[in-house]
């Protein structure tokens, strides 16, 4: 990963960090993404689940709901903090690391992440993907949701700028990924995967490799 990349992943960890307290009221706002919730239930998420960059626990209750146990992980203590209160189940476990470091010390049935995918820089996506794979049991599935084809008009856009309540700007990494471009992308990287767009959204399932 390049230097330009890091100081980038920095100012992303500091955006979300600040933004922890706004960050609940776009799923108050929009309707779509409330609906795109209840998709959850069709997905195959079962036994010991791994959430990456779980955020404020939007997804965690629900997660929770469908798997024995669940290993929630987010960089940022501040939005780890609401998570903790709104999963209020003896099923989670909160860990605070970087999703790009992390290392987990046990394998899961399933490995989850929401409006994750889009902020893996394009240098980190293949690392990434094989971080996934490790974690993963055998049989084991990564299921993800993201944004998709709203943005996919900007695929050649690797960043954003967000603003704040309070005016504040901060850089983060943003990549609109459309269904068949990363499904082919995942196939190069040894993965069986199914991305298939639902509304302005792309929701995947996603075999890992099979070891040799």
Same mark, same amino acid.
Not at 72 to 85: F, Q
């Given at each position: 990963m390049t230097t330009s990349d890091d100081a980038l992943l920095a100012e992303q960890i500091a955006y979300y960090r600040a933004r922890a307290f706004e960050y609940d009221r776009i799923y108050a706002e929009r309707a !779509?993404?409330?609906?795109l919730m209840a998709a959850l239930d069709g997905l195959p998420v079962a036994g010991d689940v791994l959430e990456l960059a779980c955020g404020t626990g939007q997804w965690t209750g629900s997660l929770a709901s469908q798997a024995r146990s669940v290993t %929630?992980?987010?960089?940022? *203590?501040?939005?780890?903090?609401? %998570?903790?209160?709104r999963a209020g189940s003896p099923k989670v476990e909160f860990v605070q690391a970087d999703v790009f470091t992390w290392r987990p010390e046990r394998r899961y049935d399933t490995v989850f992440f929401a409006f994750w995918l889009s902020h893996v *820089? %394009?240098?980190?996506?293949? !690392?990434f993907w094989a971080t996934v794979a490790a974690a993963l049991a055998p049989d084991?599935?990564?299921?993800?949701?993201?944004?998709?084809?709203a943005g996919?008009?900007?695929? !050649?856009?690797?960043?954003?700028?967000?603003?704040?309540?309070?005016?504040?700007?901060y850089r983060i990494v943003k990549i609109y990924h459309e269904p068949a471009a990363l499904s082919a992308e995942l196939t190069a990287l040894g993965w069986s995967a199914d991305v298939r767009p639902l509304g302005d959204f792309i929701v995947g399932v996603a075999e890992p490799p099979t070891p040799l």
């Open positions: !779509d993404l409330r609906e %929630a992980v987010d960089s940022a *203590p501040e939005v780890l903090g609401i %998570a903790r209160e *820089p %394009a240098s980190r996506f293949g !690392d084991g599935r990564a299921v993800f949701i993201d944004e998709g084809l996919a008009a900007l695929e !050649d856009v690797s960043s954003e700028v967000r603003s704040l309540d309070d005016g504040s700007e």
